[in-house]
């Protein structure tokens, strides 16, 4: 049975903030995570409606806001694992669950021009340039749509040495902000929200997917947890060095004979993190052991893999 409470994210939530909001109990931003304020005003619903006051949607809350008999499961535990790995990852790379997370755009903070999508794909490495002219080339009456008046601008964009497309890409957005400037900013999302553009990036990432499973395999491991920590390194910080398998082999000797899968994936977590640039260890180690734990504070979210993700200790795939 589905609940939503302080640190669920996702379109469900967004659907509870929404109805909140039209009853006047909320006053937030339509984010999609159960923040204090999204608790705060489901207190004052289910004090009006006489509920028990706990601050959590179950069914008795839900029934009262959506006249539905059962609580609506989050739609991404529908999703192939691989699409439920990249949202995870895109999540912690964009500050936004999902799906606004495929949407998360960003300005020339980092010298790339402009970062767009899950896994930040930019212009400065040449990445995304490719990952828009598909979607252009599969999908172009839906692009024309979303773009309208400025697709012509947008299509030139794309043909352009990548020297003009940064230079471009430095004109549409807030120097200051390092923010794309309307309208591109709410076309890029727009396009980023589209269904078929997320099952696009969730093809463009089908490789590191690939390498997170083999890498899995690699060190025994069999469940889609241990997959999607796999995928995070892979995307954040490239591969395991040799060295650091040998410190991981070494310390998974040393575990009791009754341990689990999580004591060896929080092993893996610790040790890929303090491989890292000593400035950055700690806020790795928080990332990598939020998966491997299964829950976990990163950048002020809170996830919870299970209940957020369906990313389980339950079998991916048999070894």
Known sequence: MALYRRGSMGEEVKRIQRRLQEQDHYRGAIDGIYGGGTESAVRAFQRAQQLAVD???????????????????????????SYRCLALTGSFETGKPPPDCFAGVAGDFDGQGISFGALQWNFGQGSLQPLLQTMDNQYPDLVHDIFAGRYSEFQEVLEA???QQMAWGRSVQDQNRYVLREPWRGLFKTLGRCGEFQELQVETADRLYKEATDLAREYEF???????????????????????????MRDFEQLPEDAGEEDRLSIVANRRSEACNPRWIEDVRRRK???ARGQ????????????DYGIRLAAAFIS
């Open 161 to 163: 040495p990548r020297e």
């Open 222 to 248: 069999e469940s889609e947890r241990a997959v999607a920590l796999m995928f995070d390194i892979k995307v954040q910080n490239g591969s395991i060095y040799p060295y650091v398998k040998q410190q991981i």
């Open 55 to 81: 601050g959590i949607v179950g069914p008795n809350t839900w029934g009262e806001l959506f006249d539905e008999e059962e609580v609506a499961p989050p739609a991404i535990l529908g999703e192939t694992l």
């Open 289 to 291: 052991l939020a998966i």
């Open 296 to 307: 976990g504070t990163v950048h002020g979210m809170h996830y919870n893999l299970s209940e």
